[in-house]
């Protein structure tokens, strides 16, 4: 989990046989509908590392914090301590086979559960509750996350994603108004993920046509799951963790491809992620060549409305930004009381963070004089991305505190 890598990368390719497990949850209708004589409802959200975050109540209880997630199909539950708060009757646990041992690979699916977010009603939306929170998605994101929420959200809605305003306007798709002058891409809903498919232009200047996921829940711009096989890796890539499944890291490469044709609008020089073959899931039951995430989705205001097969698509005064990766070569995860301490989980090796001598399980409680306690996520990644400048670092290492300069360098 680095500052600009999403941990969604990986985890998603977990979810496959989770969601195999769980696919009786599927067998009744399960969405979202606006109350009565409701023509659209506002939803405020934050964005927080490249995840869109709403608010929502579960029967009565909460507010709990949930990644709206497109490249999800079943409700997740990732946060099990509300279990016993949203009372939840004829609970059921099962385990998911060869991904593990012991409860930490556990779920508990749940019956229809009262979904409440403010103007709309949940109908046969059920929910899987991991027993243990493997992904710490708290952590990463720097704010309590209880879990994700995906197809049952856009299913029977057109959803309006205002990334200027944090806004989220849901209507039903006879009563959508777009973006002025947006555009209109054909997608496809299968196995209730949306796909698109569209032009890519490798580093070697190599185009090809390629088959994506749209995924809200992917912090990464784009990855691209078969191209060490095809055309094998661009001339200059540094090695990267990508994520964490349950059984371990999910290792891979950084790179940039030439471009991408998104509509209308081409991106260029854009971060690319390359997972290792050995992790290149074959059993998708939709065949697809990677995904398109957040670097590049919120670079657009959007419109998904699954019951057409369109998404709308407007560049935002965010467009034109180039794609930026972290500089310092530090992932991290804020933990303790009010997720207000940074502690070192990964230094890259080789990276600026190496060659200082920054170690794992070190703890930053400051950078530039600001304390990490008084900062944000997003604000503390934006320090790790600015171009090429030195940071000064207070340090918590071995009972200690010790000032660093670390010396920023693009690395990709």
Known sequence: MSAGLSIFVSYKRVWLA????????????????LIADTKRVNIPFKLMRNMV??????????????????????MIVTDHTITDSINIPNRRTIKLGGMGEGDAF??????????QIP??????????ILKKDIFNLSGYVGMPVHGLIGYDFFSALAVKINFSDSLITVSRSKDLKAFRRSQKIPISIEDKKPYLQTRITLADGTTVNNKFIIDLGAGHPLSLENMIQKYGLPEKYIPANLGVA??????????????????????SNVITSFPDKDYVQRTYSVPRDG???MGILKKFNLVF???????YIKPNNTFKAPFE???????????????SHLIIGRVAPGSPADDIGLLKDDEITSINFKPVSKMNAEEIDAFFKTTERSLLLEIYHDKKYDRVILTLKRRI
């Open 305 to 311: 409305d699954y019951s057409n097969g369109l998404l």
């Open 246 to 267: 349950l059984n371990g890291p999910i290792t891979g490469y950084l790179s940039r491809i030439k471009s991408l044709q998104l509509g209308k609008y081409n991106l």
């Open 291 to 293: 995904n398109i995430g």
């Open 325 to 339: 990766h972290d500089m310092s070569g530090i992932e991290y995860y804020l933990a303790g009381e009010n997720l």
């Open 53 to 74: 975050i709403i608010t929502l109540r579960i029967n009565n209880k909460g507010p709990y914090n949930f990644i709206l997630d497109t490249g999800v199909g079943v």
């Open 18 to 33: 989770f969601i195999l497990c769980c696919l009786f949850l599927s067998a009744r209708a399960q969405y979202f509908e």
């Open 106 to 115: 556990e779920a508990i699916v749940t019956q229809p559960l009262d979904i």
């Open 119 to 128: 103007g709309l009603t949940s109908k046969g939306v059920p929910a899987a």
